[in-house]
């Protein structure tokens, strides 16, 4: 069962939002149901499964109902149809009091303008959710310093806000967020204020959070670059509809509709996509008995200069190369394993093409993609590698 | 004889007055026991703070009123000019007049504020009642205060009280705009997060919004004060004692150095309840950066080297403004 379970979640904001879902039920674009009612339809029958653990990032530019989605999430903005389910647990019809109940034991939030209090220090403001738990203050302090260390703060508990540069306030509020040891933590576009180098690091710092806490984390962000470096999946939002929801490398590899692979176009191919997206399977491979002739007359008919060989649990024994070939069947070999040379490279499925685009070059056989125990997955010929690495749609199937 | 009055030319004369006036008559048979009440409470308030603050002799109000002052501003500045002010008005002979005065503007302040922060508040949370209450607000700060003077005088008959009355309606609404405006302002994301993290209505208005909402708060009571000190003086046409009976006694007999001494006594009063109270609204901010001038070098360079980020000059107030921005 995933954490939150989101279905048909629809936002319409304006004077009869009831019309503007009947009109969004008849099919009507956005900008037509604006035409007809004056109604504003914010976000449009979204379904997610998000599951725990999972960084879940929901990306759109602005108005695309990114920042609405989350508020639904946990009823900043009440949702005009649709399910919210955290944990199994519906909580469109629940009461003021489960609702804020809810909020303080499963969910946090984290805001793009950081949102810190400015009245109080920075511990205070770490302890926030606590307090309104009614933790005692003497554990809440403990818990507040607990959280501040994580991001690197212990030393500014009673420094206010304002004392603090824009990087070191988000982690404020992410301390903020981490306190209460809430499941869920709700991030709406929390690094697009800071300058892109503080980003980085925030980025870096979430990642290497996330290792530990392994929280449920919804991010929201308008940067793909940032949602690509993020992700476990990202759900790619326009015009408040789900256009598609894919890991990364899913998403460039196959964008489900022109905005989508236009979206995608800018985003640095070598750096997200993975030798899982470049490989194929081996077209043929030798065990270490076969006789160097059969080995040779294959190549020859293929125009290759090598193959892998494999023993009997697939693991890669050696490279089979035609030069080594012919002169070991003018010396009388009577076995492949007796020329094999280990002239090749290997990388795992998740070796981005950046790195894959190094080993290529120095080989005569195709890049190797093992998996832990070195069996042979599949193998990157340069050609797929290239294809991959220029975005156009469908090279990667060529 | 006549059912529809017609003036000269023919238009008809709709009696507002008349109607006004009976409206007041039958307010005063119906609620005469309420308005007797308001009187009477009103009285015993007023009594007791005049007492209070003409009991002890001027030279210790006057050193009472300088220490406020330092209390307010931390500096020399203002002190010293309330030591010279009140001393002034003592010399004049015009310190008890000054005193009731200032009575009198007190507890016109005191209850202004205690109606008008709540409908303020109110007025901040629901959108209807903040336009219902708009062209009230209106009607009660343009309406000329003669009007209200006389309408105090018809309900709680000439003295202390129609002077206090009066002047609580005047002054009333700058304490519900400024309450309204102060929490609108409120960056909209910082309520959130008090919402998001399970934070009651209440605890979100007591911890975020009213704290945040301070210095506009305090700058509508600064407001309150300076428009019902205007509105006591004008009740001395209706009884009230103090400066405003001096300022009007020295009109009806054209005595110009009596009306000289009285006007400079509002003034003197006028000018140190707005300095003392406009430097209590801007206390958080004093606080705020000796806190900041007390934490260790590295902060300090660090909130200088994003000092467009953490905007050090900005009122710590308006913190919420300054995160908003960077």
Redesign the interface.
């Given at each position: 069962m995933p954490q939150l379970r989101v279905r048909g979640l629809t936002k319409v904001f304006g004077s009869h939002p009831r019309r503007g879902v009947e009109l969004m039920q008849e099919g009507y674009s956005r900008a037509e149901i604006l035409e007809r009612s004056g109604q504003l339809l914010a976000v449009a029958d979204v379904d997610l499964d998000i599951e725990q653990g999972e960084l879940f990032v929901v990306m759109g530019l602005s108005g695309s109902g990114k920042s609405t989605v989350i508020?639904m999430l946990?009823r900043?903005i009440e949702p005009t149809a649709g399910t919210v389910e955290i944990d199994g647990e519906s909580i469109e019809k629940l009461s003021h009091a489960e609702?804020?109940?809810?909020?303080?034991r499963k969910?946090?939030?984290v805001?793009?303008?950081?949102?810190?209090?400015?009245?109080r220090t920075v511990g205070e403001n770490a302890a926030?959710?606590l307090k309104?738990?009614g933790v005692p203050e003497d554990e809440r302090r403990e818990r507040a310093i607990r959280a501040l260390e994580t991001v690197g703060l212990g030393d500014?508990v009673?420094?206010?806000?304002?004392?603090?540069?824009?990087g070191?306030?988000q982690r404020v509020g992410l301390a903020?967020g981490l306190a209460?040891e809430a499941d869920i933590l709700?991030m709406d576009e929390p690094f697009s204020?800071l300058d892109p180098l503080i980003r980085r690091d925030m980025q870096d710092l979430l990642v290497e959070l996330q290792e530990d806490l392994d929280r449920t984390i919804v991010f929201i962000t308008h940067d793909l670059n940032e949602a690509m470096r993020l992700g476990d999946r990202i759900c790619v939002l326009k015009d408040g509809r789900v256009v598609q929801v894919g890991t990364g490398p899913e998403i460039i590899d196959d964008p489900a509709d022109q905005y989508v692979a236009d979206f995608v176009a800018d985003v640095d191919r070598s750096r997200v996509l993975t030798a899982e997206q470049a490989m194929r399977s081996a077209l043929r491979t030798f065990k270490p008995s076969d006789s160097p002739r059969e080995v040779l007359d294959w190549l020859d008919e293929q125009e290759f200069n090598g193959v892998y060989v494999l023993d009997d649990d697939g693991r890669i024994v050696g490279v089979a190369r035609d030069d080594r070939l012919a002169a070991g069947l003018r010396d009388g070999v009577r076995t492949v394993s007796d020329v094999l040379v280990d002239d090749y490279a290997s990388a795992q499925h998740d070796t981005f093409l950046s790195d894959l685009a190094v080993l290529a070059a120095h080989h005569t056989v195709p890049i190797a993609v093992v998996d832990d125990t070195g069996h042979l997955l599949g193998v990157v010929p340069r050609a797929h590698l290239l294809a991959a690495l220029s975005n156009e749609e469908g090279a990667v199937d060529a | 004889m006549h059912n529809v009055l017609l003036a000269q030319d023919g238009f008809p004369v709709i009696p507002i007055g008349e109607a006004a006036e009976s409206a007041v008559d039958w307010l005063t048979t119906t609620f005469g026991w309420l308005f007797r009440g308001i009187r009477d409470g009103v009285g015993v308030i007023v009594d007791v703070t005049e007492s209070a603050l003409t009991a002890p002799s001027p030279l210790i109000m006057t050193v009472l009123f300088v220490i406020l002052a330092y209390i307010a501003t931390r500096s020399w500045g203002l002190p010293l000019f309330s030591a010279l002010g009140f001393l002034l008005i003592h010399s004049m002979g015009r310190f008890p007049e000054a005193m009731e005065t200032l009575a009198l503007v007190l507890v016109a302040t005191i209850l202004a504020v205690i109606i008008g922060i709540p409908l303020g508040i109110f007025a901040s949370r629901s959108e209807r009642f903040s336009v219902a209450i708009k062209p009230i607000l209106d009607f009660m700060q343009t309406m000329p205060s003669f009007v209200y003077l006389l309408l105090a005088v018809v309900l709680f008959r000439i003295g202390r009280v129609p002077g206090v009355m009066s002047a609580l309606i005047f002054s009333m609404p700058p304490a519900v705009r400024l309450t309204e405006l102060g929490i609108r302002q409120v960056?909209s994301?910082?309520v959130?997060?008090?919402?998001?993290?399970?934070?009651?209505p209440r605890?979100v208005l007591t911890?975020?919004q009213l704290?945040?909402a301070r210095a506009s708060i305090l700058a509508g009571v600064n407001q309150v004060i300076m428009l019902s000190l205007s509105m006591v003086v004008i009740a001395g046409l209706g009884g009230a004692p103090g400066l405003g009976a001096t300022v009007v006694r020295a009109v009806t007999s054209m005595n110009i150095g009596m009306g000289i001494e009285g006007g400079l006594g509002v003034v003197l009063l006028a000018i140190y309840l707005d300095r003392v109270t406009a430097a209590f609204g801007r206390e958080?901010r004093g606080k705020?950066r000796e806190?900041?001038a007390s934490?260790d070098e590295k902060?300090?360079s660090?909130?200088g080297?994003?000092d467009d980020?953490?905007?050090?000059g900005?009122e710590?107030?308006q913190?919420?403004e300054?995160?908003?921005t960077?």
């Open positions: 508020r946990n900043l609702l804020r109940s809810v909020r303080q969910l946090s939030m805001f793009q303008h950081f949102a810190l209090f400015p009245h926030y959710g309104v738990q500014r009673d420094a206010y806000p304002s004392e603090m540069s824009g070191m306030q903020r209460t709700l204020a | 960056d994301e910082v959130e997060a008090a919402e998001a993290f399970g934070a009651r605890e911890g975020v704290p945040l958080g705020r806190q900041a934490t902060s300090l660090d909130a080297d994003e980020q953490s905007g050090e900005e710590a107030d913190g919420s300054s995160v908003k960077a």
